[in-house]
T-cell receptor, first 116, second 115 residues
Framework: NAGVTQTPKFRVLKTGQSMTLLCAQDMNHEYMYWYRQDPGMGLRLIHY???????AKGEVPDGYNVSRLKKQNFLLGLESAAPSQTSVYFC???????????????FGSGTRLTVV | AQKITQTQPGMFVQEKEAVTLDCTYD???????LFWYKQPSSGEMIFLIYQGSYDQQNATEGRYSLNFQKARKSANLVISASQLGDSAMYFCAMREAGGSYIPTFGRGTSLIVHP
C-alpha cells in the first residue's frame, strides 16, 4: 500500500521553464490537495480537488494550474517557473469531510523545487 | 486574519520533561476539527492527534495529548516525557465543515529536545 506518491522528489528549473508535478494515491480518496511549504510560512494551500474532474483555488494559486482527470491522480503544473516558486511542494489526500481522527490527511513525501 | 496561530517559532525542552506547544484558532463554524502534525528533518508529515469540536474529552494518543479549551479557542499539544526523536517541526491545523473540510495549517513550531 503506497499511500500518496509524489514525483519527482527533486527538480531544478530555469526561470521560464515549465514542469508538472504528479501526485498519485491508491486509497480511493475523494479529496486531494497541493500545498507549498516555505520557511516560517507553514503549509499554504495552492489548489485542491473534491473529486474527479473538479478543482478549486486555494490560498496561493497564482502561477499554478491543476488537473484531476482520474480520481487517483492530481497534477500540479507550473507554466512559466519563477524564483518565487522555489519551495517544497506537498500533495495530500483524504476521504470526504468526516469528523473522526482516523480519516485524516495522508501526505506524500514532498517535492523540493528550485527555480534559478 | 490567520485561522491558525502558532506563536512559538522555536521551543527547547530537556529530555524526559513535558512540553506544551501552543495553537489558537479562529472560526465561527460550530463544526470543526483540529489536528497536529509532526515533520521531522526527513520532511514527511506525520499525523499525531485529532480533536473534534463536539468531542467532550481531550484527545490523547500515547505521549501526546491535546489540551482543548473551546471557549479560549486553543488547542495546545502536550508532549509528555520528551524524547530526542521528538525534535521536529510541529504544525497545528484546522478544518471547518463550512470550509468543505479543507485543512488550514499554522506556521509551525520547531521543537528541539536536549539530552
Amino acid at each position: 500500500n503506497a499511500g500518496v506518491t509524489q514525483t519527482p522528489k527533486f527538480r531544478v528549473l530555469k526561470t521560464g521553464q515549465s514542469m508538472t508535478l504528479l501526485c498519485a494515491q491508491d486509497m480511493n480518496h475523494e479529496y486531494m490537495y497541493w500545498y507549498r511549504q516555505d520557511p516560517g510560512m507553514g503549509l499554504r494551500l495552492i489548489h485542491y480537488s473534491v473529486g474527479e474532474g473538479t478543482t478549486a483555488k486555494g490560498e496561493v494559486p497564482d502561477g499554478y494550474n491543476v488537473s484531476r482527470l482520474k480520481k487517483q491522480n492530481f497534477l500540479l503544473g507550473l507554466e512559466s517557473a519563477a524564483p518565487s516558486q522555489t519551495s517544497v511542494y506537498f500533495c495530500a489526500s483524504s476521504f470526504w469531510g468526516v469528523s473522526k481522527s482516523n480519516y485524516g490527511y495522508t501526505f506524500g513525501s514532498g517535492t523540493r523545487l528550485t527555480v534559478v | 486574519a490567520q485561522k491558525i496561530t502558532q506563536t512559538q517559532p522555536g521551543m527547547f525542552v530537556q529530555e524526559k520533561e513535558a512540553v506544551t506547544l501552543d495553537c489558537t484558532y479562529d472560526t465561527s463554524d460550530p463544526s470543526y476539527g483540529l489536528f497536529w502534525y509532526k515533520q521531522p528533518s526527513s520532511g514527511e508529515m506525520i499525523f499525531l492527534i485529532y480533536q473534534g469540536s463536539y468531542d467532550q474529552q481531550n484527545a490523547t494518543e500515547g505521549r501526546y495529548s491535546l489540551n482543548f479549551q473551546k471557549a479560549r479557542k486553543s488547542a495546545n499539544l502536550v508532549i509528555s516525557a520528551s524524547q530526542l526523536g521528538d525534535s521536529a517541526m510541529y504544525f497545528c491545523a484546522m478544518r471547518e465543515a463550512g470550509g468543505s473540510y479543507i485543512p488550514t495549517f499554522g506556521r509551525g513550531t520547531s521543537l528541539i529536545v536536549h539530552p
